[in-house]
């Protein structure tokens, strides 16, 4: 009896929480949405500059 009584307190307190992270899951994706596309940019600078720093080592291998 116990068990089940601790189970409907746990369905009474957790579908809220389901529902409002439902809602609130586009809102968050759209805020989140400028940081990925900065994330984006900046990985693609990083493989710019490290493809910068490595042409003389790759222009001085030769070919395989």
Request: proline share 8%; net charge positive.
């Amino acid at each position: 009896m116990v068990k089940f009584l601790l189970w409907l307190l746990l369905f009474v307190l957790c579908w809220p929480l389901a529902l409002l992270a439902l809602l609130l899951y586009p809102v968050v994706w759209l805020l989140t949405l400028p940081f990925r596309l900065v994330g984006i940019a900046v990985e693609g600078v990083f493989d710019l500059l490290r493809g910068i720093l490595m042409l003389p080592g790759r222009l001085l291998r030769g070919k395989p």
